[in-house]
């Protein structure tokens, strides 16, 4: 096994693998965090931090629920197929956010001793505030700052959060944290906005060093029995299905924003194969979490054998892995005419 096949660049940071841990709960304690960095992961993106207090109070009013691929509400444990969905109502770190970008570079100085990553994650609240964390952030010397724009449950509570869908506030947000935060400044794209590419482009010309893409959508899922919403209100909802959501944008964005510019995906990867399946889109990095949070950690080190397998198989490596897919999406219009081709797919008795 060739570990070096593994290795991936953004800007000039080296990474040791593809495999990104994403932001959640099972990434606001130590153990949590150590834990994934043992297991392999080359960064940890540590759970959101902003200083509103409904959001802090917030997470101890969050649930979840898994769904089957038949839309049954299915019990939470270990060993959930991976095909099951999972919906949730989250909330942020309920700790100082200072202190928290503290134990975040403590962390991230232990990390680097294993080649590994611990970034911090702000979701912005207002540009005073975020510029005042970005700047600790600068100065307790975290290495990499992720800034998460587009939040689902954002619009759910009083938290002044908002989801950022143009361009214009993109710019604003990039421009203010680079203009205090020297290290390695990612962007974290929501899903609700109409042009993720355009976004994308928008933060790589302010400054960013690499986009993160795209956040999961928020739902309503009505329970059959008892005709309430599951989990009583709307939900951020999650699951494979959104892969080939995720791959189009990173394939529509490495089309606009070009090939030298790091994409980071996130949403719909839940082994090794679908880490690939990213990479072909365009990303350098992949962000994993629901299926860490529902199946444990040993997703990780098992979907790095599964990562390192395909290569091996393909005799290839991730670096050279990037953005193959992409670059080979053809247009409609190029595509050869076969005349009544769709009368093979309809039901026959739709046919005269
Ligand atoms: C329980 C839970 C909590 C999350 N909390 C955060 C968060 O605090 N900040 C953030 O940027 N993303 C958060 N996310 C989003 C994940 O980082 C990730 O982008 C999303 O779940 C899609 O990836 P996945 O399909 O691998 O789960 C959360 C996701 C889950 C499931």
Not at 151 to 161: D, F, G, N, T, V
Not at 305 to 327: N, P, Q, V
Request: aromatic share 6%.
């Amino acid at each position: 096994m060739d570990k070096q096949n593994l290795k991936i660049k953004i800007g000039d940071l080296e990474f040791k693998n593809p495999l990104f841990c994403g932001s959640a709960e099972h990434f606001i304690e130590e153990a949590g965090i150590k834990k994934a960095v043992e297991e392999g992961a080359a960064v940890v993106v540590a759970k959101s931090t902003n200083e509103s207090e409904n959001a802090k109070t917030q997470l101890d009013k969050t649930d979840y629920a898994l769904i089957d691929s038949s839309l049954n509400n299915i019990s939470w444990g270990l060993g959930s197929d991976m095909s099951t969905g999972l919906i949730g109502r989250s909330g942020l770190v309920n700790l100082d956010s200072k202190e928290w970008l503290k134990k975040i570079s403590e962390l991230d100085n232990w990390a680097e001793k294993k080649h590994s990553y611990v970034a911090a994650s702000i979701i912005p609240r207002n540009m005073d505030s975020l510029e005042e964390l970005a700047k600790e952030a600068d100065e307790l010397g975290i290495r990499i700052l992720e800034i998460n724009i587009g939040a689902p449950h954002a619009s759910e509570m009083k938290s002044e959060i908002e989801t950022v869908t143009e361009e214009k506030k993109v710019s604003e947000i990039v421009m203010t944290v680079r203009r205090v935060f020297n290290g390695s400044l990612w962007l974290k794209l929501g899903s609700t906005s109409e042009n993720v590419s355009k976004l994308c482009l928008a933060a790589k010309s302010s400054g960013a060093d690499a986009v993160v893409m795209i956040g999961r959508m928020m739902a309503m899922f009505p329970d059959l029995d008892s005709m309430k919403p599951t989990l009583r209100t709307n939900v951020a909802y999650g699951g494979r299905w959104a892969l080939p959501i995720t791959c189009r944008w990173l394939s529509e964005s490495r089309k606009m924003v070009g090939d030298d510019f790091p994409l980071i995906g996130t949403n719909g990867a839940r082994d090794g194969y679908d880490i690939a399946r990213m990479i072909l889109s365009g990303a350098s990095g992949v962000q994993i979490t629901s299926s860490i949070f529902t199946n444990g950690f040993e997703v990780i080190s098992k979907s790095l054998s599964e990562l390192l397998e395909y290569l091996e198989t393909k005799d290839t490596s991730a670096r050279e892995l990037i953005g193959l897919t992409a670059d080979r999406v053809e247009t409609y219009d190029t595509q050869n005419t076969r005349p009544e081709i769709w009368k093979e797919f309809v039901p026959k008795d739709a046919l005269d």
